[in-house]
């Protein structure tokens, strides 16, 4: 089966300060996507960041950056000079492309990030 | 541009009663997946939708089903309900293979 763990319920950190949600994945794909997605209150779900399986270089989006890493199948959140807006639940979750060509979305548990002014 | 929306944006229903959730997919997507969220838990996949036609099924019962029209539009049925079917179901449009894009879901409460 394939599996999305995100072994941190609960992640609190100070506004300015840097902070890592963790997140480990497992299939037998060699390409795929992952992904982080943050769901505020609003419920709305929103793309943070993408990384592509096949690149080796880490994606970075503004304050938001991962680290991956494809033998350990694992893809951490790194957020430097946290907002309060950042305040969410964090989704890491993966896709793959079906022979089909269709494709669904795996997620995990989630991360609910905390931040003090 | 709009992008996804849903409706209703939450419901109360009782025990053994259908319920109908709707989804409009962003303009131009084609492909609609619907996905249920319980409460303190990450999205589960339940179907897509492509051409009318449930292309890819998650692991939920036949009380789910659901329907997609011409204009791309998709609905969710569920049957029967269980006080377990209390979620949020998420809608999320795409191309086929491609990024999908979430609505602001409905919440639907069994009591």
């Known amino acids: 089966a394939q599996t999305v763990t995100q072994s941190q319920p609960e992640m609190s950190v100070q506004e300015a300060e840097t902070v890592t949600l963790s997140c480990t994945y497992d299939t037998s794909e060699s390409d795929y996507y992952l992904f982080w997605y943050k769901q505020p209150p609003s419920r709305q779900m929103i793309l943070v960041i993408r990384?592509?399986?096949?690149?080796?270089q880490n994606a970075t989006e503004n304050r938001f950056s991962v680290n991956f890493q494809k033998a350990a199948k694992s893809f951490s959140l790194k957020i430097s000079d946290s907002q309060l807006g950042d305040a969410a639940m964090y989704f890491c979750?993966?896709?793959?492309?079906?022979?089909?060509?269709?494709?669904?979305?795996?997620f995990g548990k989630g991360t609910m990030l905390l931040v003090s002014p | 541009d709009a992008g996804v929306t849903q409706s209703p944006t939450h419901l109360i229903k009782t025990r053994g009663q259908q319920v109908t959730l709707r989804c409009s997919p962003k303009s131009g997507h084609d492909t609609v997946s619907w996905y249920q969220q319980a409460l303190g838990q990450g999205p589960q996949f339940i179907f897509q939708y492509y051409e009318e036609e449930e292309r890819q099924r998650g692991n939920f019962p036949d009380r789910f089903s659901g329907h997609q029209f011409p204009n791309y539009s998709s609905e969710l049925n569920v049957n029967a309900l269980l006080l377990g079917d209390s979620a949020l179901y998420l809608c999320a449009s795409s191309l086929p293979g491609s990024q999908q894009y979430f609505g602001p879901g409905t919440r639907l409460t069994v009591t």
């Open positions: 979750a993966y896709r793959i492309l079906q022979n089909s060509g269709y494709s669904t979305l795996t």
């Open positions: 990384q592509e399986a096949y690149k080796q």
